[in-house]
């Protein structure tokens, strides 16, 4: 949903407008459409970007540039990640300032190392709020056992979602008998770390967790075969 705030926002895109900010940097779809969504309110176009060089933490944030005739400049090479953005971000931004658009519990790692080597200025342009309904009849069949994996992107998505499983249903999960597939390893050590183990997907992308799910639906014919 729509910062409560919208002020520090609004603020940033008359800097940006005014050639104030030498990078745009976005680390989510979300953030996009947000973004220029605000623009849109505000009576702006895409021309507010000026000569800023735009940045993407990978392939939806990219996709969803595209998608209003933006094209990235940085994209970081496979590392979909806070980390992976930060690297490219530190040699290409130095000395310059940079806008950071993201979630009002958008995670301090990039502007922390941007602000080693750059000028930099976070605004939040969404909030993320938990969306989960816990009549849902999915809860129903996790407790039957009729869900073999459940995946998870964040850890403001998995908390949310265990906060709405009862306690049959999260005895599944802790047990095993219900998979957990995360799309990071920074997800995965909370997981682990609130007992529920967990397989990580190898990079954060929605290929990376079919990726997962595949070697898991695999693993489990290769038992049920030399069973």
Known sequence: REPADWGPADAAIQQLRS?????VVFTSANGVVAFVDRLRVLGLDARAFGPAQLAAIGPATSAALAEHHLRPDLVPDGDARSEGLAEVLLEKCRGKRVLLAQAVQGRELLRERLQTVAEVHAVAVYEQVAAIDPSHAVFDRLCRGE???VTLTSPNVAKAFLDS?????????????????????RLGAWLRAEGYPVVVAPDPTADGLVTALLELSQNAKGKMQNG
């Open 19 to 23: 050639g104030g900010y030498d990078c």
């Open 147 to 149: 869900v073999d994996a």
């Open 165 to 185: 499983c009862d306690d049959a249903a999260r005895a599944r999960l802790r047990e095993g008998s219900t998979r957990l597939v995360a799309n990071s390893e």
